[in-house]
């Protein structure tokens, strides 16, 4: 589901963890809708199938509402091959954790984490992403 405004999201949605995937690292953000705010975790620094434990553990610890996966696109708005992997992603964490997944358009995320001086760009872009679709909801 891609979520341009956060009037699809139900109001029960409190806590999200969000994740700006990549083939070999997946950065990761909590936020929650009362204060619209996202923080950054550690990165999950894993390829393939073994990302898949680090993320449960995540979702174990923070036993979020529902989960924001940032997709990214070219600045004219087409797709591309990230845009492929990041939303078979997405679909992954739906299938494997039973929870609503929001996509959000996340272009330009990662070169505002490095404008901020971010020291772990990749959850400083989660965390970007997380506060974007907080933003959107009402």
Request: no cysteine; aromatic share 8%.
């Given at each position: ?77 087409a797709e591309h091959e ?57």
């Amino acid at each position: 589901m891609v979520s341009d405004s956060g009037s699809d999201v139900p109001a029960t949605q409190a806590s999200f963890l969000a994740f700006d995937f990549g083939l070999k690292r997946t950065g990761v953000a909590v936020g929650n809708r009362l204060t619209r705010s996202a923080t950054p975790q550690p990165t999950i620094r894993a390829e393939g199938e073994a990302r898949w434990a680090p993320i449960a553990s995540r979702l174990a610890e923070w036993q979020p509402d529902a989960l924001v996966v940032g997709v990214p696109f070219h600045p004219d708005g087409a797709e591309h091959e990230n845009t492929v992997r990041a939303r078979k992603f997405a679909r992954q964490l739906r299938g494997r954790f039973n929870l609503p997944v929001y996509e959000v358009d996340e272009r330009y995320s990662t070169t505002e984490a490095h404008a901020a001086g971010a020291r772990d760009a990749d959850a400083a872009s989660a965390a970007i992403i997380l506060e974007q679709f907080l933003r959107s909801l009402p």
